[in-house]
C-alpha cells in the first residue's frame, strides 16, 4: 500500500516505511552507503566502530535514524548527511516520533530489531552540525531527534528500500 508523501502507513498498530540507506565504515564516521548488509547479534557485517566502550555491542548493535529528521536538521542548515552522523541504517516514511526503546522494527523478510535505547551524541559527529553542536541530536535536550541503538532479535540480509515494519512499544 503506497504513502503519500513519506506519511507513514498503519496497518493494525503497525507503521510501515523503507531503507532509505545501509552505511558502514571501517572506524568512525562517516559511514558510507552500500546496497545490503548481513545483520549479525553484534551489528552489520563489514562495520567497525573505533570507540568500543561506548558504541556496539549486543545492545548497541545497530543504530537508526530517520531521513526526515536528517532532511529537517539540513533546512535548519546543519551539514549532516545521511551516514555522516553514525547510523547504520537510515529510514524513511514511519513516525520517528514511534521509535522509542521496546519498539520493535522488522527491515525486509529476515532481521527483527528491537530499540534498546536513544544514543548519546559525542563529539566524532560535530562536523555534521553548525559550530559543532551535536546535542542537537540528544534525546535529554531535543526528544524525538536522537538516534537509537536496536538489539538483533533475529538475524539476516536488509537491502536499500527493504520494507521496515515498526511495532510501537506498548504504553
Request: proline share 6%.
Amino acid at each position: 500500500m503506497p504513502s503519500e508523501a513519506g506519511q507513514p502507513i498503519s496497518l493494525d498498530n503497525h507503521l510501515t516505511g523503507s531503507v532509505a540507506a545501509i552505511n558502514v565504515s571501517s572506524g568512525g564516521v562517516p559511514k558510507r552507503r552500500v546496497s545490503g548488509a548481513q545483520v549479525s547479534r553484534s551489528g552489520l557485517v563489514n562495520d567497525a566502530q573505533n570507540d568500543k566502550k561506548n558504541h556496539g555491542g549486543p545492545e548497541r548493535a545497530v543504530c537508526l535514524y530517520s531521513l526526515e529528521r536528517i532532511r529537517s536538521l539540513q533546512m535548519e542548515g546543519h551539514p549532516i548527511d545521511i551516514g555522516t552522523a553514525g547510523e547504520n541504517v537510515t529510514v524513511e516514511g514511519i513516525d520517528w516520533d514511534q521509535i522509542v526503546p521496546g519498539a520493535t522494527i522488522k527491515i525486509g523478510d529476515q532481521v527483527l530489531l528491537e530499540v534498546a535505547s536513544f544514543t548519546n551524541p559525542c563529539k566524532t559527529i560535530r562536523a555534521s552540525f553548525i559550530e559543532g553542536e551535536f546535542i542537537r541530536i540528544a534525546q535529554k535536550f531535543h526528544p524525538g531527534w536522537s538516534r537509537v541503538y536496536a538489539r538483533v532479535l533475529r538475524e539476516g540480509q536488509i537491502c536499500f528500500g527493504d520494507p521496515v515494519d515498526v511495532i510501537p512499544a506498548s504504553e
